[in-house]
């Protein structure tokens, strides 16, 4: 299996809508990291598995729709928590609307919010 790795980063704030959220239920930052591994088990005819121009697109448009950003008001994030583990599987799901490299099989996002937490979300595409 092939596997590419990219990644970006970006300030964006939420807050958890959980019950007894504690502090973390009042708006705050966090310096995400993003990292996304395309994978798959053949390269295409030039020899990759995701053309990195198309995965570094997606990485920038994604920084440019969170940075700065309350992400409890986005529609993506209408009737949900807005956790790490949310925000995974939202980058998920444009960034397969956006590299459609057919060499790509599986692709794992993986959302860190600060240095020691990290939350994944993978499946294949």
């Known amino acids: 299996m092939y596997a590419t790795t990219v990644r970006t980063e970006f300030v964006a704030q939420h ?15 966090h310096h995400y990291r993003v990292e996304l591994c395309f994978r798959g088990p053949e390269l295409n005819e030039f020899d990759y598995i995701v053309d990195i121009d198309n995965a570094e697109a ?31 599987r939202v980058i998920f799901e444009r960034v397969i609307a956006r590299v459609t490299d057919e060499t790509v099989t599986e692709l794992s996002v993986t959302v860190w919010e600060d240095e020691d937490a990290a939350a994944s979300y993978d499946a294949a595409v």
Do not use: I, K
């Open 58 to 88: 997606a990485l920038s448009s994604l920084a440019d729709r969170y940075q700065d950003t309350l992400l409890n008001d986005l529609p993506e994030f209408e009737g949900y928590n807005p956790s790490v583990e949310r925000f995974a």
């Open 15 to 29: 807050y958890l809508t959980v019950p007894d959220p504690g502090p973390e239920g009042d708006p705050h930052s």
